[in-house]
């Protein structure tokens, strides 16, 4: 199956070098780009992208502003694409807000090559990009400089089973679910399914937004991250 992707930048060469690199793959396909988010949120609704590579810093409408409206879509508008960050900060106010907002992570821009490729090809299959050590120290610090009312995320944990708040747990120190598995001698597929069962709980879009959670409510400190 062939991930639709689209580019949003407002750097012309970013957005054809990008588009040369995705598009040389055999099952990306780079339907669109726009130079601007307000752009990019009517791209995104035109071509229906499975993955928006949407800059952060942007004329007219920044990347965070544009990724709010492509992921909390007017009645009607049913497709939900994942938006992945750009950013050239590899630490960056913006980033954690549109994570917050449902964005599915975030990469450099001067990542490697293989890294966007491997970034697309997560994000798309419904994982969170947060492997990378910068992703969770990012959250982690943002969570600590932001005294968040902890009341509310903490009584939705009463919601969860033991188990599911272990699982959560591992989740934010950054764990895949393999490494969840070896970590609780669970199979991989009972990983799965209480991630899915702590996501439908809490009412969270993915990963990155239940490792926000997770640091908000309480049950992660900053710095435990690995």
Do not use: C
């Amino acid at each position: 199956m062939t991930i639709r992707v689209i580019i949003v930048d407002d750097q012309a060469m970013v957005r054809a070098g990008f588009a040369a690199l995705l598009s040389a793959q055999a099952d990306i396909d780079v339907v669109g780009e726009a130079p601007d988010g307000r752009q990019g949120v009517q791209v995104s609704r035109a071509t229906h992208p499975d993955v928006v590579l949407m800059d952060v810093r942007m004329p007219e409408m920044d990347g965070l502003a544009a990724a709010r409206e492509i992921l909390n879509p007017p009645v009607g508008v049913a497709h939900l694409p994942k938006v992945l960050m750009l950013t050239t900060f590899d630490v960056d106010d913006y980033v954690y807000e549109a994570l917050r907002a449902g964005a599915s992570g975030f990469l450099l821009k001067d990542a490697p090559p293989a890294d966007l490729i491997a970034a697309v090809r997560v994000v798309a299959a419904g994982e969170a990009l947060l492997a990378p050590s910068v992703t969770r120290r990012l959250i982690a610090d943002f969570a600590a400089q932001r005294p968040v009312a902890r009341r509310n995320p903490a009584l939705r944990l009463n919601g969860l089973t033991p188990r599911e708040t272990e699982v959560l747990e591992l989740i934010a120190r950054g764990l895949s679910n393999q490494e969840i598995a070896e970590h609780l001698i669970l199979a991989e597929q009972t990983v799965k399914t209480h991630i899915g069962r702590v996501l439908a709980k809490l009412d969270l879009r993915d990963r990155a937004q239940a490792v926000i959670f997770a640091y908000e409510s309480g049950l992660v400190a900053p710095g435990d991250a690995g």
